[in-house]
């Protein structure tokens, strides 16, 4: 594993665990040549994913950008880093059993959605406003006011 500030291709392993929830195993690394210590994750990967763009264009699926994208939308929101993780480990494994290598933006988004409107309803609010463009408040106003609609 490359150490991520000086590049040197030869790091040890001090430590390895596993991850509270299983999902993958936390390792302690350490480079040897600049004495750098850092942390890194092993997952799982059933398939190779490639995300259609909107745009059309293709890009290699992130997890660390949905997983960025879910903590913006629950941030200060009374939701356990553990609820996040269990989350997102969900979207992968759906994604990934899915049979398709290419998934289509919307795809994820509207798993992301669903999955926020069980987890938290501030939170779904918050990524439909990035994920749907929201642009004046009107915007928030029909968004929230379909949510109540759908509860009566």
């Known amino acids: ?40 994750f092993e997952r799982v990967q059933l ?17 660390d950008k949905l997983t960025r994208s879910i903590q ?4 200060k929101r009374p939701v356990e880093q ?3 993780e269990r989350l997102i480990n969900g979207i992968v494994r759906r994604l990934e059993s899915s049979g398709e290598s290419e998934i289509s933006s919307e795809v994820i988004g509207e798993m992301v959605m669903d999955a926020l409107s069980n987890l938290d ?16 408040a009107k915007d928030f106003e029909e968004f929230v006011g379909r949510l109540s609609a759908d509860d009566e």
Do not use: W
């Open 1 to 40: 594993m490359r150490c991520p500030f000086c590049f040197n291709e030869d790091t040890q392993v001090k430590d390895s665990r596993p991850t509270e929830d299983n999902s993958a195993i936390r390792r302690r690394r350490l480079c040897t040549a600049c004495g750098s210590r850092f942390t890194t």
């Open 47 to 63: 398939r190779e994913l490639t995300v259609l763009k909107k745009s059309g264009r293709r890009a290699p699926f992130d997890r």
């Open 72 to 75: 913006i939308a629950v941030r």
């Open 82 to 84: 553990e609820q996040v």
């Open 121 to 136: 309803q501030v939170a779904y609010v918050r990524f439909a406003s990035v994920y749907r463009n929201f642009h004046e």
